[in-house]
């Protein structure tokens, strides 16, 4: 194995939990309490137009954090402009630090894990992926970016994936793809012969029998020198 594979939402910024989760709960703590699927509806529409709505290059997470809660509150939010203006202040804040608490953790991670392996980022996101990492101080970890709204392919489809294989100079069954979602990520990575670790959180099933389970990515150094050494990891 000579690369690892790194899904962003749900991967970098938390231990498997999606953005649409994480939002849905502090929504409902700012008293914003839609039923689930008007709120699925809403943050999926707001996902799907982000990039054709604003222009999205070079902002940073922040910024685009702002601009998709601010679309959702459009279709869900409660009360005048002004008050939902407050509610997605307090959402994005709060949303945000939590990404960052996890950033900070994973930095040293992932700068060891640099030391032996290529590192690239696969997510399905809007195109200003890079700036976003630039911003968090993350760009400089990672030897290739393939973003979806870059690239034109989303997963699981195959050709995001092979994007960034490419970029990394590497074979797909020399890359290890780690993601929080089975189908995205992990079918993504089966369908190539890559192997896989899903981020979970907690206790969950493998997706087959080759792939790994890991409750963050702070486990990932201990799995791959047990792999490394001939011991396959339960």
């Known amino acids: 194995m000579r690369s690892i594979l790194f899904d962003f939402g749900g991967t970098l910024d938390a231990d498997g939990a999606p ?41 940073d997470l922040s910024a685009t954090l702002t601009l998709q809660a601010q679309c959702v509150l459009e279709t869900i ?37 640099r030391r032996r392996y290529r590192l ?21 970890l990672f030897d290739a970016i393939a973003d979806s709204g870059v690239v034109g392919s989303e997963k699981p489809g195959a ?12 074979a797909p069954d020399d890359c290890l793809m780690v993601g929080d979602s089975v189908r995205r990520d992990m079918r993504g990575a089966e369908g190539l012969g890559m192997p896989h670790a899903l981020i979970a959180g907690s206790a969950a099933a493998a997706c087959c029998p080759s792939g790994w389970v890991l409750a963050d990515i702070t486990e990932l150094e201990s799995r791959l020198a047990a792999a490394e050494e001939g011991h396959a990891p339960s």
């Open 19 to 59: 953005w649409i989760d994480r939002f849905f709960s502090l929504y409902r703590d700012e008293g914003v309490r839609p039923r689930r699927e008007g709120f699925e509806e809403a943050f999926y529409s707001s996902d799907d137009s982000l990039a054709k709505r604003f222009k999205l290059s070079g902002l």
């Open 77 to 113: 939010g409660p009360g005048p402009a002004a008050s939902r203006d407050d509610i997605k202040g307090r959402v994005v804040s709060r949303f945000l630090a939590d990404c960052r608490r996890h950033f900070r953790r994973n930095r040293p991670i992932l700068e060891r894990l």
């Open 120 to 140: 690239a980022v696969v997510s399905n996101f809007y195109g200003n992926l890079d700036s976003v990492l630039d911003g968090e101080g993350m760009l400089d």
């Open 159 to 170: 050709a995001i994936f092979l994007h960034a294989a490419r970029g990394l100079g590497v």
